[in-house]
């Protein structure tokens, strides 16, 4: 129905960067609000970012002015890009996408796979 596939993750040294990315595909009208959101271990998955249908932007307090989520419309594509990484930023990331469905007044939360972000000291 609805198919949300990360890219981007993997293994960086500490201040280095990295740049996620998640496209959203198969049954979608249009797409609200979009957001990144990380899971590390023995920990509760928190929002890192997200990003309105119109631009409006968020952000945890531990990533501000490192992290930056963007998106394109025409791709259903949303973007992480995050700089001057930290140890502490390592996790499991998943993409989450409020979705708007052609035939239907009901949205879904759609939520990618996960890609795992290790960051090295």
């Known amino acids: 129905q609805v198919q949300l596939v990360e890219s981007g993750g993997g293994l960086v040294q500490a201040g280095g960067s990295l740049r996620l990315s998640c496209a959203a595909s198969g049954s979608i009208f249009s797409i609200n609000a979009m957001g990144w959101y990380r899971q590390a271990p023995g920990k509760q998955r928190e929002l890192v970012a997200s990003?309105?249908?119109?631009?409006?932007?968020d952000y945890a307090d531990s990533v501000k002015g490192r992290f930056t989520i963007s998106r394109d419309n025409a791709k259903n594509t949303v973007y992480l890009q995050m700089n001057s990484l930290k140890p502490e930023d390592t996790a499991v990331y998943y993409c989450?996408?409020?979705?708007?469905?052609?035939?239907?007044?009901?949205?879904?939360?759609?939520w990618g796979q996960g890609t795992l972000v290790t960051v090295s000291s």
């Open positions: 990003i309105t249908s119109g631009g409006s932007t």
């Open positions: 989450n996408a409020n979705i708007n469905r052609r035939y239907t007044a009901k949205t879904l939360d759609a």
